[in-house]
């Protein structure tokens, strides 16, 4: 079955960096986009961005452009998030998901605070 | 930039009908897709294309369109059907986008 995997969340000041990796197994990873998306604690959902199967296309939110990257290493079935200069708002459960947005990961937790 | 409309909560009684509406411009000429949170969880998709349900989403969720309003619909709600619901959809410009969210309570 499809499963997506998160990890690389954690404490973090704001202005730093950090990767997000999502494991994608029990599906061809190479042949699907890809997303990413965040929850703020006790908020709604937030789309960020999309990579396209083959990684020739990405697209942000505009509330991270210019400062996360979605990659994808398809030799690995592995997406990735850069996340640069860091904010306290960049704070929420980041979740990966398969092209329909189905299924989901279980998030990892990003916390950006001094 | 583009933006989803929904009630922030909707009440219904266990096996009466709920529904959810999401509206926003684009919808009329771009699919729409709903998810269902529960607390603690990642949301799960129970509508794609404006009104196909995924295998194993029971029969009592449906979705309709018309016109820049979408709309989720819960017949013969059950207990466990209590969670926050989310409309999504693709603007033009490939960007994706959540609807604001629905808490639907039922008892």
């Known amino acids: 079955q499809v499963q997506l995997v998160e990890s690389g969340g954690g404490v973090v000041q704001p202005g730093r960096s950090l990767r997000l990796s999502c494991a994608a197994s029990?599906?061809?990873?190479?042949?699907?986009?890809m997303h990413w998306v965040r929850q703020a604690p006790g908020k709604g959902l937030e789309w960020v961005a999309v990579?396209?199967?083959?990684?020739?296309?990405?697209y942000y939110a505009d509330s991270v452009k210019g400062r996360f990257t979605i990659s994808r290493d398809n030799s690995k079935n592995t997406l990735y998030l850069q996340m640069n200069s860091l904010r306290a708002d960049d704070t929420a459960v980041y979740y990966c998901?398969?092209?329909?947005?189905?299924?989901w990961g279980q998030g990892t937790l990003v916390t950006v605070s001094s | 930039s583009y933006e989803l409309t929904q009630p922030s909560s909707v009440s219904v009684s266990p096996g009466q009908t709920a529904r959810i509406t999401c509206s926003g411009d684009?919808?009329?000429?771009?699919?729409a897709r709903w998810f269902q949170q529960k607390p603690g969880q990642a949301p799960v998709l129970v509508i794609y294309n404006d009104s196909e349900r995924p295998s194993g989403i029971p029969e009592r969720f449906s979705g309709s369109s018309s016109g820049t309003t979408v709309t989720l619909t819960i017949s013969g709600a059950q207990v466990e059907d209590e969670a926050d619901y989310y409309c999504?959809?693709?603007?033009?410009?490939?960007?994706?986008?959540f609807g604001t969210g629905t808490k639907v309570t039922v008892l």
């Open positions: 998901a398969k092209e329909l947005l189905d299924p």
């Open positions: 999504y959809s693709a603007a033009d410009n490939n960007l994706g986008v």
């Open positions: 029990g599906f061809t990873f190479s042949n699907y986009d």
């Open positions: 990579i396209s199967y083959d990684g020739s296309n990405k």
């Open positions: 684009e919808l009329a000429k771009k699919y």
